[in-house]
C-alpha cells in the first residue's frame, strides 16, 4: 500500500524552476516523504535503477536526452519498476500525446500550467488505483505474469476475466489478441485485434499488431493499411514507422516510404545510425537515390567512415552516375591498401566514366598484391 504522505516522489523535468514548483505544490498538499529531481529522463533512469526508493515519478512529456515517453516505456519494460505509478506533465492533450502516453500506459497526466488542485486530483486518483487496483487490472496483471512463466493457456484464462470484468474496455480484448498471437493462433489473434479496434479506433496497439500479422502473412496491402492506421494515431514509434516505410517499398511506394523515413528521422535520438540503417534498406531495394542523400549526410558528419563512402560510391555506380562518385572514389584510392575487392569495384567504375589511365593506376595495385587475380588482369585490357 501506498502511504500518499510518505512514498518517495521523483520529478523529472528539465526545467529546475518547474522541478521546484511542483515540490513547493507537493508540500502545500502535505504529500510525499522524500522528493528527488531529475532533469532528463537519462538521469531518472539511472536515479530508478539506482539503490534509492522510488514510489511515484511526475514526467514531464518534453525532455532531451530521453523523453518522459521513452522513460515511460522503460519503467514499463522493467519488471521491477513496471507497476511504479507515473503522472505525466503535458503542454497540450492533443491526440499525438495522448495516444502516446496511452501506448506506454500512462496512468494519469496533467496538462501545464500545473496547479495545486490539478496536482491533488490526478494524485490521489492514481494512488487509489494502485492501491484498489480494479479487477481488470488484477486479472491483465496476472495474465502478464503467467505470460512470463509460458503458462499461455492460463493466461488466456486471466485476460477473459479481465473482459468479463470490463466489458467496455479494449485492453483486455486487445490482450487476447496478443496471447494468441503468441501461442500462433494467428486466426484468432487477427479476431480479437479487430474487435479491440472496432471497440477503440484509438486503439494503436491493436491496429500496430494488425500490421505484424498483415506483414507476417506477406499481405502488403493489408499491412499498410493498419500500420498508415496506428501511425496517424501516434506516429511517434520509430519502430512502427519503419515497418511502415518498409511496406512501402516493397510496394513501390517509394516516394511515401522517404516521407515516413524523413519523419522518423526527425524524431530519433541517433539519428546517424537510423540513416545508415535506413540507407542499407533503400539499397536493398534499389532505392538509391534517396541512399545516396542518407549516405552523404552520414559523411558530411563522419567524414573518417571509408565503408560508407564504399556504399556511397556503390549506389552512384548502380545508378549509372559514377562522374558524381569521383570525390569519393580519389579518397578511397588514397586509403585503400589491401581490399581487393573495394580496388577492383574503383576500377571498374574509373574504366565506366572513362577515366582509364586512373583504372589501371589501381589495378596495378591489385597485382602488386596478389599477381595472379584473373579479374585484374582483364580489366586492365579494358583500360589499353
Not at 77 to 94: G, H, I, K, S, Y
Request: charge should be negative; include cysteine; hydrophobic fraction near 40%.
Amino acid at each position: 500500500m501506498l502511504d500518499m504522505h510518505a512514498m518517495n516522489i521523483l520529478i523529472v523535468d528539465d526545467m529546475e524552476a518547474m522541478c521546484k514548483a511542483i515540490r513547493s505544490m507537493l508540500k502545500i498538499l502535505n504529500v510525499g516523504g522524500q522528493i528527488y529531481y531529475a532533469y532528463n529522463g537519462q538521469e531518472a533512469w539511472k536515479m530508478l535503477k539506482s539503490d534509492t526508493q522510488i514510489d511515484m515519478a511526475i514526467l514531464d512529456w518534453n525532455m532531451p536526452i530521453m523523453t518522459g515517453v521513452e522513460l515511460l516505456g522503460h519503467i514499463r519494460d522493467d519488471r521491477q519498476l513496471r507497476d511504479m505509478p507515473v503522472v505525466m506533465v503535458t503542454a497540450e492533450a492533443n491526440q499525438e500525446i495522448v495516444a502516446e502516453a496511452a501506448e506506454s500506459e500512462i496512468d494519469a497526466y496533467i496538462l501545464k500550467p500545473v496547479t495545486v488542485k490539478s496536482l491533488e486530483e490526478r494524485i490521489r486518483s492514481v494512488i487509489d488505483k494502485a492501491n484498489n487496483p480494479p479487477p481488470m487490472f488484477m486479472h491483465l496483471k496476472n495474465a502478464r505474469a503467467l505470460e512470463e512463466k509460458g503458462r499461455l493457456d492460463e493466461a488466456v484464462g486471466e485476460a477473459r476475466q479481465a473482459m468479463e470484468a470490463n466489458p467496455q474496455s479494449s485492453r483486455p480484448i486487445r490482450e487476447l489478441g496478443h496471447l494468441y498471437h503468441k501461442q500462433g493462433d494467428i486466426a484468432q489473434a487477427e479476431k480479437y485485434y479487430l474487435k479491440a479496434a472496432r471497440m477503440n479506433p484509438m486503439d494503436v496497439f491493436a491496429f500496430h499488431s494488425l500490421g505484424d500479422l498483415a506483414l507476417q502473412r506477406g499481405d502488403m496491402d493489408k499491412a499498410a493499411q493498419h500500420y498508415e492506421q496506428a501511425m496517424h494515431i501516434s506516429p511517434r514509434n520509430l519502430e512502427r514507422g519503419l515497418n511502415f516505410a518498409k511496406v512501402l517499398l516493397e510496394k513501390d511506394m517509394t516516394p511515401k516510404a522517404i516521407k515516413v523515413f524523413d519523419k522518423i528521422l526527425d524524431l530519433a535520438d541517433d539519428p546517424i545510425t537510423l540513416r545508415e540503417e535506413i540507407a542499407a534498406l533503400c539499397t536493398s531495394k534499389s532505392a538509391y537515390p534517396y541512399a545516396i542523400e542518407l549516405y552523404g549526410f552520414i559523411l558530411k558528419n563522419m567524414p573518417g567512415r571509408y565503408d560508407i563512402m564504399a556504399k556511397l560510391v556503390d549506389a552512384y555506380d548502380r545508378i549509372g552516375e559514377g562522374r558524381k562518385a569521383m570525390p569519393y572514389l580519389l579518397e578511397l584510392e588514397k586509403n585503400t591498401e589491401k581490399d581487393l575487392g573495394l580496388l577492383l569495384k574503383i576500377a571498374r567504375i574509373y574504366i565506366s566514366i572513362h577515366q582509364n589511365a586512373r583504372a589501371d593506376q589501381v589495378l596495378q595495385k591489385v597485382i602488386k598484391i596478389e599477381p595472379g587475380n584473373r579479374e585484374a588482369k582483364e580489366l586492365i585490357s579494358q583500360c589499353l
